[in-house]
């Protein structure tokens, strides 16, 4: 089954051809950096990941570039805020992320392209807008001509005559049009700028973007990511300005994943429920994250609420649970997988591609994994001595798991060890010191050796209460906190 892709510009999944069969170009809108990036700027970065992790299984070489923009409104207020200089402000911002998307265990990108690196690529295309008489110099700006393109509106559907209906009547005398939009914009007092032809200035968002995919991979790429949110106008720009230049269909796939809500509000600053990723990783987990971002489709809302945070927590609780037990049975000796269980992840392993290669159904891919899950812990408890047949089921039952999870960038970790982290953070949340835990589960194990089934019974119901599930087996208690 070949790959399809949703494509927002024509609004329906498309079989995935890219311009070389071999060698994919992608591109993503990547974070303005002033601060600290929140947890719904790291969707995109998580989703396309994944994206690429899967082409690269299809077999494609996959070049991938997400930006920075390291000149814009908010870097120069912020910057003249904290008292810096905005190109020490962003260099800051550019390592608080790249600090942030190391500790999800992203891979890097091929490329992560700054706005000030391109301003010879930045300039060059505007002149060429202009020899082409697509833009016009005003004033010191620069301003790109709507009516020159007649396909503006193919990505977003919304078409000039509307979007000059529904313009406010402020009229700026230096455009021709009030749809028009600045590819330049000239420098103001004390404000950073560059040289230029038009005189001192700096770019306009849109063309940046333009510039940069010109300058890496040439006029025309196979996939350009983003959210949702960045359909107009900036992608909308894009495409008029790089069509514009080249007169060349510029992008062949255009993949936008949707926004997180929070308790059933979108994310937003006004509402006060912005949460950083790092403030989310430090109170939770990776993990946790990734799960929330995964285990919904990329194009539907994300909840974000504590319900969700909850989902997530015994989702993971679950298949590490599986992975810690498939784990203690093997030893580097164990190279044989059961043929049983290897038919149930061939077989799960079908789906799993079917279902990504849907538009990257993760969905799906989650569901499967669940009733692999489901099909191991039937046929192999903790506490069964071990032999070839159950070592054998939990070796493949490990390959499958963590071959699904390595596209995802998930379900890499020694699963005893994460448990133990997933335990302790739920344990301090509670105030429950794992000390204290250990000391009753002990008692209960000396009442319960002794014969004392009333205190083992009265300690059991005040771990309960405690929130933490007990399993007896031949080798002694284990305990969990309850998901």
Same mark, same amino acid.
């Not at 993949?255 to 109170?283: A, C, D, P, W, Y």
């Not at 032999?387 to 939990?394: D, S, T, Y």
């Given at each position: 089954?070949?790959?399809?892709i949703?494509?927002?510009?024509?609004?329906?999944?498309?079989?995935?051809?890219?311009?070389?069969?071999k060698?994919?170009?992608?591109?993503?809108?990547?974070?303005?950096?002033?601060?600290?990036?929140?947890?719904?700027?790291f969707?995109?970065?998580?989703v396309?990941?994944?994206?690429?992790?899967?082409?690269?299984?299809?077999?494609?070489?996959?070049?991938?570039?997400l930006?920075?923009?390291?000149v &814009?409104?908010?870097?120069?207020?912020?910057?003249?805020?904290?008292?810096?200089?905005?190109?020490?402000?962003?260099?800051?911002?550019?390592?608080?992320?790249?600090?942030?998307?190391?500790?999800?265990?992203?891979?890097?990108h091929?490329?992560?392209?700054k706005?000030?690196?391109?301003?010879?690529?930045?300039?060059?295309?505007?002149?060429?807008?202009?020899?082409k008489?697509?833009?016009?110099?005003?004033?010191? &700006?620069?301003?790109?001509?709507?009516?020159?393109?007649?396909?503006?509106?193919?990505?977003s559907?919304?078409?000039?005559?509307?979007?000059?209906?529904?313009?406010?009547?402020? !009229?700026?005398?230096?455009?021709?049009?009030?749809m028009?939009?600045?590819?330049?914009?000239?420098?103001?007092?004390?404000?950073?700028?560059?040289?230029?032809?038009?005189?001192?200035?700096?770019?306009?968002?849109?063309?940046?973007c333009?510039?940069?995919?010109?300058?890496?991979?040439?006029?025309?790429?196979?996939?350009?990511?983003?959210?949702m949110?960045?359909?107009?106008?900036?992608?909308?720009?894009?495409?008029?300005?790089?069509?514009?230049?080249?007169?060349?269909?510029f992008?062949?796939?255009w993949?936008?994943?949707?926004?997180?809500?929070?308790?059933?509000?979108?994310?937003?600053?006004?509402?006060?429920?912005?949460?950083?990723?790092?403030?989310?990783?430090?109170?939770?987990?990776?993990?946790?994250?990734?799960?929330?971002?995964?285990?919904?489709?990329?194009?539907?809302?994300?909840?974000?609420?504590?319900?969700?945070?909850?989902?997530?927590?015994?989702?993971?609780?679950?298949?590490?649970?599986?992975?810690?037990?498939?784990?203690?049975?093997?030893?580097?000796?164990?190279?044989?997988?059961?043929?049983?269980?290897?038919?149930i992840?061939?077989?799960?392993?079908?789906?799993?591609?079917?279902?990504?290669?849907?538009?990257?159904?993760?969905?799906? !891919?989650?569901?499967?994994?669940?009733?692999?899950?489901?099909?191991?812990?039937?046929?192999?408890?903790?506490?069964?001595?071990?032999?070839?047949?159950?070592?054998?089921?939990?070796?493949?039952?490990?390959?499958?798991?963590?071959?699904?999870?390595?596209?995802?960038?998930?379900?890499?970790?020694?699963?005893?060890?994460?448990?133990?982290?997933?335990?302790?953070?739920?344990?301090?949340?509670?105030?429950?010191?794992?000390?204290?835990?250990?000391?009753?589960?002990?008692?209960?194990?000396?009442?319960?050796?002794?014969?004392?089934?009333?205190?083992?019974?009265?300690?059991?119901?005040?771990? !309960?209460?405690?929130?933490?599930?007990?399993?007896?087996?031949?080798?002694?208690?284990?305990?969990?906190?309850?998901?």
């Amino acid at each position: 089954m070949s790959l399809k892709i949703y494509n927002s510009q024509s609004r329906q999944s498309e079989e995935f051809v890219p311009y070389d069969p071999k060698h994919v170009k992608m591109y993503v809108c990547g974070p303005t950096v002033y601060n600290f990036l929140h947890v719904g700027n790291f969707r995109g970065p998580v989703v396309f990941n994944m994206v690429r992790n899967w082409l690269e299984h299809l077999g494609y070489k996959v070049s991938y570039a997400l930006n920075f923009t390291d000149v &814009d409104d908010k870097i120069i207020a912020k910057a003249n805020a904290e008292g810096m200089a905005p190109g020490e402000l962003s260099e800051l911002y550019i390592k608080e992320y790249k600090h942030d998307f190391a500790s999800l265990g992203l891979r890097p990108h091929d490329m992560n392209p700054k706005v000030t690196e391109h301003m010879d690529d930045i300039l060059s295309m505007v002149g060429t807008l202009i020899d082409k008489k697509v833009a016009y110099e005003a004033q010191g &700006d620069v301003l790109y001509s709507i009516e020159t393109f007649k396909d503006y509106g193919k990505l977003s559907g919304r078409h000039t005559d509307e979007l000059l209906a529904g313009a406010r009547v402020e !009229v700026d005398e230096k455009k021709r049009s009030p749809m028009d939009f600045a590819l330049w914009k000239a420098a103001k007092p004390g404000e950073i700028s560059w040289p230029s032809p038009w005189g001192p200035g700096r770019p306009g968002w849109h063309i940046e973007c333009s510039a940069m995919i010109k300058n890496i991979f040439g006029d025309q790429i196979d996939i350009h990511g983003g959210g949702m949110d960045l359909i107009f106008p900036h992608h909308e720009n894009e495409i008029a300005q790089s069509e514009g230049c080249t007169g060349k269909h510029f992008v062949k796939y255009w993949m936008h994943n949707n926004m997180l809500n929070f308790g059933g509000q979108k994310m937003s600053k006004s509402l006060g429920n912005i949460v950083s990723l790092r403030e989310f990783v430090t109170m939770y987990n990776a993990e946790i994250y990734k799960w929330m971002i995964q285990s919904v489709h990329y194009r539907t809302m994300s909840e974000f609420g504590d319900a969700a945070v909850e989902r997530a927590i015994s989702g993971l609780a679950r298949v590490y649970s599986s992975l810690a037990m498939a784990e203690s049975y093997l030893t580097p000796e164990v190279t044989q997988v059961d043929a049983g269980f290897a038919k149930i992840t061939e077989d799960a392993w079908k789906k799993v591609e079917a279902a990504m290669n849907d538009d990257f159904g993760t969905p799906e !891919v989650f569901a499967t994994m669940f009733e692999v899950v489901r099909q191991f812990n039937n046929q192999v408890r903790r506490g069964m001595k071990a032999n070839p047949a159950i070592q054998g089921k939990a070796l493949a039952f490990t390959q499958f798991i963590k071959k699904m999870g390595a596209v995802m960038a998930m379900f890499q970790e020694p699963a005893h060890d994460f448990l133990i982290k997933l335990d302790n953070m739920l344990l301090d949340k509670a105030g429950i010191k794992r000390a204290d835990v250990d000391a009753v589960v002990a008692e209960r194990g000396q009442a319960r050796a002794n014969k004392d089934f009333a205190k083992s019974d009265e300690l059991r119901n005040k771990l !309960v209460a405690m929130n933490i599930s007990v399993s007896d087996t031949p080798e002694g208690s284990f305990w969990e906190v309850t998901k």
